[in-house]
């Protein structure tokens, strides 16, 4: 008998648990923890988001003869990655922006006063282990 490997496949999604920038604590209001649910490094979203950066980057290599971008240009392509590999912010919302909205998700990972929050989730989401089925 041989072990079955996909036993150990992972889920599509994760939800970031959402910590304080200042003291590392997970941010809870109205005893729920503030998350994000994000798609994983296994699915076919995040697949495809990272398709399309890839992409840009094929162009502007063919283009110019290299990949040199401004600190813009990267914060501008994390933002479009994350916001396409983001389902839901679970507990919060954003400048008052639709809830739940591709547009709201790329304006907050865009946001530099929000960088802490952009750094989390990029952090947490190409972590694998997060979603594993133990997780």
């Given at each position: 008998m041989s072990f079955d490997i996909t036993s150990i496949e992972v889920a599509d999604t994760f939800d970031v648990e959402i910590k304080n920038p200042?003291?590392?604590?997970?941010?809870?209001?109205?005893?729920?923890?503030?998350?994000?649910?994000?798609?994983?490094?296994?699915?076919?979203?995040?697949?495809?988001?990272?398709?399309?950066?890839?992409?840009?980057?094929?162009?502007?290599?063919?283009?110019?003869?290299?990949?040199?971008?401004t600190p813009e240009e990267d914060a501008a392509a994390t933002a479009s990655f994350l916001s396409a590999c983001t389902v839901a912010f679970n507990g919060f919302d954003y400048k008052g922006m639709a809830a739940n909205d591709r547009e709201t998700f790329r304006a907050c990972y865009l946001d530099p006063k929000m960088g802490w929050l952009t750094e989390q989730v990029n952090k947490e989401m190409g972590d694998w282990s997060n979603f594993t089925r133990a997780a």
């Open positions: 200042t003291t590392d604590e997970p941010i809870v209001v109205d005893g729920k923890p503030l998350t994000v649910t994000v798609y994983g490094p296994g699915s076919k979203q995040f697949k495809a988001a990272q398709s399309v950066q890839s992409n840009r980057n094929m162009k502007r290599l063919r283009t110019k003869g290299k990949i040199e971008t």
